[in-house]
């Protein structure tokens, strides 16, 4: 059985007063909710404030990003040891924006992926392909590649503890999701890879979550899929009532 697994991605927004207000409101929204593992990846200055806010609570706490190496002169990086002091649970790596501007590769992040697992954080991976890729029948080639280079060398217990979120660039933040058969088809193709790469009972247990516009109105949908076990979601986590109705819209689903 996998556990669907709701996490939002706060990007560059929320001060800490802002994020103290959301994640007020959220875990009074889903108080009662055992169903689904909810977790909120704010931006690095409001991870203490949240987590205060959110202690005793059933929302996790997750971060957008961190460095490889521990400590050292690498200005401006947080390290896995730095997030695990403050309570960090999760950490989201590879997001696209960040292989999109800030010149991430599946080398680095296969780095992250080590140094997260090393120091007990649970690293939320994202995968998937452009427009351009897709129109030109690339999808599953980008996404072959992009497992294999991220996921190098990493052992079937490390990979078990991974949350892999499938994201078509051209799906986020746009407005346009991808239809419930199309991420079907990629999530389906990406446990078979995992398949082939670390046994199928190791894929089997893998949560791959869907990323690109979720809402609530197409939470249903997405999350009844049978590979699909939970959603990465970015604008509509940044409001409480449309972050709970996605957490509520999944609670019934199960895999
Ligand atoms: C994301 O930031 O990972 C994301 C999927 O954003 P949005 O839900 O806004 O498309």
Redesign the pocket.
């Known amino acids: 059985m996998r556990k669907i697994i709701i996490a939002g991605?706060w990007?560059m927004y929320k001060t800490s007063l802002e994020a103290i207000e959301l994640v007020t409101l959220l875990k009074r929204e889903v108080v009662d909710n055992a169903a689904v593992d909810i977790v909120v990846c704010p931006p690095f200055t409001a991870l203490a404030d949240v987590r205060d806010t959110l202690s005793e609570s059933n929302v996790g706490l997750g971060a957008q990003n961190l460095y490889w190496e521990d400590s050292g002169a690498f200005t401006g990086e947080v390290s896995a040891p730095m997030l695990k002091d403050l309570g960090v649970a999760y950490v989201i790596i590879g997001?696209s924006?960040r292989r999109q501007f800030f010149g991430e590769t599946d080398e680095t992040v296969n780095k992250k992926i080590r140094a997260a697992l090393h120091h007990g954080l649970l690293p939320i991976v994202?995968i998937g392909e452009s427009l351009a890729q897709r129109e030109q029948n690339r999808t599953m080639d980008v996404i072959r590649t992009q497992c294999e280079g991220s996921l190098k060398g990493l052992t079937e217990d490390e990979m078990r503890k991974l949350i892999i979120?499938y994201?078509p660039v051209w799906?986020?933040?746009?407005g346009k999701t991808a239809t419930p058969q199309q991420a079907q088809e990629v999530h389906k193709f990406i446990r078979e890879l995992l398949g082939e790469m670390f046994g199928s009972d190791c894929a089997a247990g893998v949560r791959i979550q869907y990323?690109?516009?979720?809402k609530p109105e197409n939470t249903k949908d997405l999350m009844s899929q049978p590979d699909i076990d939970g959603a990465?979601?970015?604008?509509?986590?940044l409001k409480s009532d449309s972050f709970s109705l996605i957490i509520k819209n999944s609670s019934d689903i199960k895999k």
């Open positions: 991605n990007k997001h924006e994202c979120a994201e799906a986020i933040g746009t990323g690109g516009s979720v990465l979601v970015g604008g509509a986590s």
